[in-house]
């Protein structure tokens, strides 16, 4: 197991990390619109390629995703098996036209169409995952609330949402403890165990989370409380950046690619790529 | 004349959700530029005093009120928390958990921000106070990591910025290494002198906050103000003691030589105390020399060899080699400054954490591939904080669940859990659910659960932090008494007077070494280890030195062994 699991922002000196947070919502809200609207292959191919260069660049480490990419991995996986399982078929509806790989048992058929579909719903998925990361781990969580208000919401959800992606590695760390505790009063949670009592075990830790949990909130909302936040309409905020010329490029970029995946509807007339026709 | 800022009027509070009022008819007037020590049990109502005064009552817990409270020209009742806050600057408990802010900087900012001040002007301000508190370099810091002085420094810079004229500190020296307490005194001294704010300091480790001279000392008990001196005239007096307050220790050991306590001057101060002959008399209660008893040999239960451990190949080690033996019947504690390497130290010896090298024996059988779950059959491990570590509802359940996972029998495990909890005193409360219980009795539970496992070792993190005087004195009581049942106990400790007067022997941990293991009066009288490790020396040696006794280190220990006999009379 590892020990220092982290989904935190953790300062680094990359060119991303020194973007403006509003300018790097804005690119991933924009290009999340165009990824999750588009079927176009092509278009999302060049995302994919584009999104994981920008990971390299952003210089994360694997240790500090691996959990949640994992779990991503098999929540997506499920996805996939129950497209086709729901209608094994529904991708010889959208490319009108049917090319049989084997006729299989049943309804069950497997047909080039389909598997080009959800060979689409991946890349979806390889397009917009490592930038929603890329955005949680290069932003600093108190810049990101600045952006979230400076586009328009109220200070007070975006303080929110700061501090609860603030909290992941804490409550992490909290996690790993109390489940070490457990585990030496006799839960046995590491791989020798069964499934179910890995399961049970698990189950055992949320109720000393949630109460660890509610400890912080309240002392943190008295330490807010007593130095006036939430009275007034606005506050300033002494992270936020100035916007630079880069910050422009990025949102211009954003802009220019979001366009192009609209395009892509006119030139494929609608938002499939169809590449059977 | 002296203009009065606070003051308390006939105020008597109950809280909704109980029966009986938490504060008594209050009559107290506090003046402005007044430095004033708060202390009292848990329970006594002083840190509910202190919510009377910042006005998270009645605005975040509701209850009845009669009388009246004027802070300046403000009725507590007409005022709300945001005008009220423009007054009074809080410096609450918990470092940690009241930090808002992501870096040193913006935690200092936000209530300017939440004032709207401009951005540019805000970077100002929080330059100055920054450097006032001497953490300018520190401003792109997490406040996390850094040390438990500096994050007290943060918040207290936080609290500086609104420029309120009235401090008030909740315990501000809980959760701190010694070192950084008296740091935290002197700093708050410090801010008295500059800028003649008023300060209201809570808390219950009285000797520590008297390293610095305060007005007066107002002890509360039962809801009541029971005295309202300055700190030499309470100190003639038993009132601490009487109402469950530790007094400085010099101050009993004066009173064990029979000092008139009367006549001696500067009470307070540990370096200017006199009277006639002060020396003599001390000098004359030494010869009544208490035996010292000599802890008998022990067999070796768990030896470490050469253990390292870093987080990842490039950070730096926090343990770094460490050799030590716990001995079959030992009762020691570990010291050392926050972040030094004692959590991570038990973290290995219950196999939370893998060391990269290095070898761990169990009564000489090589212990180190031991998972988790086995170690655990032989070695207990008590957090700091109980809510980490109970899972049920009920007492009884939650105590017995170790035993029903180890597939024990019913009846075994109710005969056992039933003895456990006579021993940890909850057999009466066996039926109660957990969430009725006070702090320390739920420390107790999770004491009672890791127990009833029958481990040979307990390592405990902080077994008493934030506990009052009464309860500490139980607590430990009771961890003698197992002690004596025959369980190893191990301790991590900020806490100088446990560690001299409970155990007898204490590992001092500094960058990831072990520095010294040896009797805890050695260590607390070796000024150089002391200020190392960010210890604190003992006011008992203090004042042997500063009367020139020729021989300090014996008083200390001749002290502590009387003490203990007094005690268990």
Known sequence: MNEHQMLGYIPDKTIIHKLNGTAKLVFLILLSVACMTTYDTRFLIGMTVFSLVLFKVSNIKWHQISFVVKFIFIF?????????????????????????????????????????????????YFCTIPLVLIFLLTTNPSEFASSLNRIGVSYKISYAVALAIRYIPDIQEDFINISLTQQARGFEMSKKGKLT???????????????????????????MELRRFGEKKKRTWYAQQPFCLSDFLVMGVAVALTVISFALFKVNDGRFYNPFR | MKKPLITFDNFT?????????????????????????????????????????????????????????????????????????FDVGTVLQDTDGQFIGLTVGEDIAFALENDEVPQKKMKEEVDHWASIVGLKEFLKHRPQDLSGGQKQRVSMAGILIDEAPILLFDEPLANLDPQAGKETISLIEEIHQKTNTTILIIEHRLEDVLYCSVDRVIVFNEGNIVADLPADELLKTNILTEHGIREPLYITAMKYAGVNLQQVKDLSNIEKVHTSNLKEQMEKWMQKKAKISVPPLTSPLLTLKNLTYQYTRNNHYVLNDISVTFNRGDMLSIVGKNGAGKSTLCKAICGFITPQSGEMSWTGQNFTDYSIKERADKIGFVMQNPNQMISKKMIYEEVALGLQLRGVSEAEIKERVENVLKICGLYSFRRWPISALSF????????????????????????TAGQDFKHYTEMMTFLEKLNEMGVTIAMITHDMHLMLEYTNRALVVYDGKIIADTTPVKVLTDPQLVEKASLKETSLF?????LGLDDPFLFTENFMAYDQEVRLK
């Not at chain 1, 490319?95 to 058929?109: A, C, D, K, L, N």
């Not at chain 1, 698990?202 to 949990?213: G, K, R, Y």
């Not at chain 2, 002083?46 to 509701?62: D, M, R, V």
């Not at chain 2, 496992?453 to 902080?462: A, C, G, H, S």
């Open chain 2, 13 to 85: 509070f109950q809280y909704h959700s109980q029966a009986e009022p938490t504060l008594h008819n209050i009559n107290l007037t506090i003046y402005e530029g007044e430095k004033v020590l708060i202390v009292g049990p848990s329970g006594s109502g002083k840190s509910t005093f202190a919510q009377c005064i910042n006005g998270l009552i009645p605005y975040s817990f509701e209850g009845e009120i009669t009388g009246n409270v004027m802070i300046r020209d403000k009725k507590l009742t007409d005022t709300s928390l945001f005008d009220l806050s």
């Open chain 2, 440 to 463: 320390g009795q739920k420390k107790r539970v999770t004491i009672a659960s890791i127990l009833v496992l029958e481990p040979e070792l307990i390592i405990l993190d902080e077994p």
């Open chain 2, 542 to 546: 203090t004042f042997a030195q500063h």
């Open chain 1, 76 to 124: 997506s996986l499920l996805n996939i098996v129950a497209v086709y399982l729901f209608s094994p078929e529904y991708g010889v509806e959208l490319y009108q036209s049917r090319t049989v790989i084997w006729e299989g048992i049943g309804r069950f058929t497997l047909t080039q169409e389909q598997l080009f579909y959800e060979f689409n719903l991946v890349l979806k």
């Open chain 1, 197 to 223: 009592q890995r399961l049970k075990g698990t189950a055992q830790i949320v109720f000393p989370l949630i109460l660890s949990s509610l400890d912080r909130i309240e002392i943190i909302s008295t330490a």
